[in-house]
């Protein structure tokens, strides 16, 4: 088992920034690729980034690329989402997840979530 534990989300106005925060416990945290989805009130989640469990491969959604930063510090068991220049169409419930899979876009490539953090972008 996993246990994943989001931080860092809030209120921030557009343009501004926020950097979540992923702890994880449990298993080997380097055994694991790391991923961040993201569910908007009334949306299907959605992927938004993803990283390998050596951190040499990093995906992202179209509609982040450019702005959010994926990485990861295995030493501490933690993933990291830098977002940059945010929209209020980012709003939503961001989730980390964790799978031995593989690292990819798939929600079902991913076997353990957090519980979310909530992001805001006001106008």
């Known amino acids: 088992q996993v246990q994943l534990v989001e931080s860092g989300g809030g209120l921030v106005q557009a343009g501004g920034s926020l950097r979540l925060s992923c702890a994880a416990s449990g298993r080997t945290f380097s055994d694991y690729a790391l991923g961040w989805f993201r569910q908007a009130p009334g949306k299907e989640r959605e992927f938004v980034a993803a990283?390998?469990?050596?951190?040499?491969?990093?995906y992202y959604a179209d509609s982040v690329k450019g702005r959010f930063t994926i990485s990861r510090d295995n030493a501490k068991s933690t993933v990291y989402l830098q977002m940059n220049s945010l929209k209020p169409e980012d709003t939503a419930v961001y989730y980390c997840?964790?799978?031995?899979?593989?690292?990819?876009?798939?929600?079902?490539?991913?076997?353990?979530w957090g519980q979310g953090t909530q992001v805001t972008v006001s106008s």
């Open positions: 997840a964790a799978g031995a899979g593989g690292v990819g876009y798939s929600g079902r490539l991913y076997d353990y």
């Open positions: 990283i390998s469990w050596a951190g040499d491969t990093t």
